[in-house]
């Protein structure tokens, strides 16, 4: 039981530190903005690691299998060092911040097991699969477009609008989905509405120069099942 509750937790550490770092700094009352350089990093440590375990990408990479074996142990090794806490306590935080040191510093090695033409195309994917709300968080991604100041605000303003309608609306999913189809579903249009809205807002800062380029950075599209969602939103300022 021990193990299964650390493995819980260890999850929602990665959901946490990863998939949506400002969710979670909103959840617990932090700055999105804080550590921004530090966040950027430790979200594209998912990417290195996914990078070995999902065959379309191994495909897509060329990852040879001693490359993939090598990856995948340095993650097993980050994820021995998971908080023994819920990560959404406050008493956590510490535990957290150090598990998210611990990533980023096995992401780095994992980095070395890759060349520079496989690195590259993996942050493509990650800026793929983020979605536009990479924008107010990747710095890399910022440079290569020139953003300005005034414009990594107005992304993270966006995204974080965005949150706080998505939570509200998700405290208000059926505690038995099975038994209430309609309202799961009416609930799940409205937030695929708010989604497609946001990503619309995101682009819209972006001036056309700055869309071309991002067409351009993006590279080829990598097709994965089931992301409708995020499916090629870069060429939205474009269309």
């Not at 530090?38 to 040879?64: C, G, H, I």
């Not at 598990?99 to 096995?106: I, K, T």
């Not at 979605?131 to 107005?154: C, I, N, R, Y």
Request: hydrophobic share 40%.
């Amino acid at each position: 039981m021990r193990n299964k509750s650390r493995g819980r937790f260890a999850r929602i550490v990665l959901f946490c530190c990863i998939v949506a770092p400002t969710t979670c700094s909103l959840l617990r009352g932090q700055a999105p903005r804080s550590a921004a350089k530090q966040r950027n990093e430790e979200a594209k440590a998912r990417w290195f690691f996914e990078a070995a375990s999902n065959a379309a990408m191994r495909d897509d990479l060329q990852l040879s299998g001693d490359q993939a074996a090598a990856i995948q142990s340095l993650l097993e090794e980050a994820l021995r060092e998971s908080p023994r806490c819920d990560p959404l306590e406050p008493e956590c935080e510490e535990q957290v911040a150090q598990f998210q040191r611990g990533l980023a510093a096995a992401a780095m090695k994992a980095k070395a097991h890759l060349n520079a033409k496989q690195a590259k195309r993996l942050h493509q994917i990650y800026w793929q699969a983020a979605g536009p709300f990479v924008l107010a968080h990747d710095l890399e991604l910022q440079k290569a477009v020139d953003a300005t100041e005034s414009q990594v605000e107005q992304w993270t303003a966006i995204e974080q609008d965005f949150e706080r309608a998505a939570m509200e609306l998700q405290s208000r999913l059926p505690a038995n989905p099975a038994e209430s189809q309609s309202e799961l579903q009416e609930i799940l249009g409205k937030l695929e509405s708010l989604r497609t809205q946001a990503f619309d807002n995101a682009i819209k800062v972006l001036s056309g120069e700055q869309a071309d380029q991002l067409v351009v950075l993006m590279g080829e599209e990598f097709k994965t099942p089931g992301r409708s969602a995020t499916a090629k939103w870069w060429v939205r300022g474009v269309e």
